[in-house]
């Protein structure tokens, strides 16, 4: 593909919705159309990908092509199989300035759809005209990438074995750096992937689903098997997921995926990675400005404004009328806390086991405790925990055969006691529940739905029974 040079320039878009033209600045690289609000390539705003589309003069505009587009799948052959990703848009209508520029355009998208298959591409070498100077000169222009631009040399054996060891670390700590940054499954060094200009972790399920946004977007490499070199693994450092949900999730999506989701490969989890990271034209979940300037430089509450510190990699408060710095977060910089008022809460439903009959204490009690599958419902926006029966009651509306308000309840979690037993005690006012999530990843996604509700989480290994 390399051969086919890119091709810049600004262009009207007709919106999809409405029909009204907006100037964008189009970007045709890789087999791939982007467009941006302006020439500096500072805001992405949508991502046309070109393999199996095929393009067309449109003669009721003005100098105007239309673009249609198959599928949004154009991940490589070796990722798992799965379905086509569900296409958003079907025809994206352009239009240039001159017939000279609409002639340009139409080559040049002509030759990348080509470029996407096979044939094309021999057909596109073949061609002489791509050895002329000017595919050069396309050439040596470098498209903006998302997140970090990532260097692409190749580690040494040193660097390799070095970064090796460094990221066996990475993976264990921060935690959060072990648990797909995606759908929260448990990983370790051998079985994590990651993105190495986003620096977030994930799986292997994940990874293929990050493959098919297209390299612009995410850059895939195992953790081990693959010759990391520095600037990827400083990239890692810098970033890693802890942080990186500040940013990629700051508008807190309302349902994250599970395990069961990543598993099955389902359209959920795709969808969420695509407007995760605007491939499907916008960043549904992300702060409002890219990723680099909100590492940088992050105004907060009461005049404070949160900056990084290149050599330490820290975060530190600087207050702007008084000048004073702080390492940790001071109060009066937190965003105001109104739970009641947070429109976006997330919600969660799925089965977990309660413990019965946990009123009293006494031995004998304890005897007769058993656990009970049930299937609990923390309805999107609501502090109120309820469990049934069966799904099916929940969704035939009967009544709940419990119900706790997580508002000023108190958490406490259990380390495992066993294997795959993940275990939280939730204390209100006037209940108590044991429960028991089914694994790792959805024990996590329990924690972070009750962790929107609930702020006072107690890590509690006294906690056994
Ligand atoms: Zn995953």
């Known amino acids: 593909m390399a051969t086919v040079p890119d091709h810049r320039g600004w262009l009207r878009k007709q919106g999809h919705l409405m029909a009204s033209w907006k100037q964008r600045w189009f970007v045709l690289s890789k087999g791939v159309l982007s467009y941006y609000e302006n020439s500096s390539l500072s805001s992405l705003l949508g991502v046309i990908p070109l393999k199996g589309a095929h393009v067309e003069r449109d003669g009721k505009v003005k100098h105007g092509i239309v673009v249609h587009t198959t599928t949004h799948s154009q991940e490589p ?29 139409f080559d040049m998208l002509q030759k990348h759809i080509a470029s996407t298959t096979a044939e094309g591409m021999a057909a596109l070498m073949a061609s002489a005209s791509l050895n002329s100077p ?22 040494g054996t040193d660097e390799a074995k070095r970064n090796e060891m460094k ?75 802890a942080r990186a949900y500040g940013y990629w999730e700051a508008l807190k999506p309302p349902q994250r995926p599970t395990l069961e989701d990543a598993m099955a490969q389902n359209q959920f989890l795709k969808d969420f990675i695509f407007n995760k990271y605007g491939g499907f034209g916008t960043r549904r979940f992300a702060a409002p400005c890219e990723p680099h300037e909100w590492l940088e430089c992050l105004r907060l509450e009461a005049g404070w404004v949160r900056y990084l510190d290149e050599a330490s990699n820290q975060f530190y408060f600087f207050h702007e009328g008084s000048g004073k710095t702080e390492w940790e977060l001071p109060d009066e910089a937190r965003p105001a806390e109104r739970l009641a008022d947070v429109p976006n809460r997330p919600g969660r439903e799925g089965w977990m086991e309660k413990k019965s009959g946990g009123h009293s204490g006494t031995t004998k009690f304890k005897m007769m405790q058993k656990w009970d599958r049930r299937y609990f419902v923390l309805p999107k926006g609501s502090t109120v925990l309820s469990y049934y029966t069966s799904d099916e009651d929940f969704k035939l509306k009967l009544e709940a055969l419990g119900s706790v308000e997580c508002k000023g309840a108190r958490v406490f979690l259990k380390g495992v006691t066993k294997e795959d037993e993940y275990r939280f005690t939730l204390v209100s006012k006037d209940r108590e529940l044991k429960l028991r999530a089914r694994n790792m990843a959805d024990y996590h996604a329990w924690k972070t739905v009750l962790e929107s509700v609930i702020t006072d989480f107690v890590e509690d290994p006294s906690q056994d029974d």
């Open 134 to 155: 000017r595919a050069n000169e396309y050439k040596a222009a470098a498209v903006k990438e998302q997140g970090v631009a990532v260097s692409n040399y190749k580690a």
């Open 77 to 105: 052959s070796d990722a798992p199989r799965r379905e086509p990703l569900r296409p958003l848009h079907s025809a994206y209508v352009v239009a240039a300035e001159s017939p000279q520029e609409a002639d340009t355009w």
């Open 167 to 241: 990221l066996m670390k990475l993976v264990k700590e921060p935690r959060e750096n072990g648990l797909c940054f995606e759908c929260s499954t448990p990983m370790d060094f051998r079985t994590a992937w990651a993105s190495i200009n986003l620096g977030v972790f994930i799986c292997i399920q994940c990874s293929g689903i990050h493959r098919s946004l297209g390299v612009h977007l995410s850059k895939v490499k195992m953790v081990h098997g693959d010759d990391w070199n520095d600037d990827w693994v400083a990239v890692m450092e810098r970033w890693g997921n």
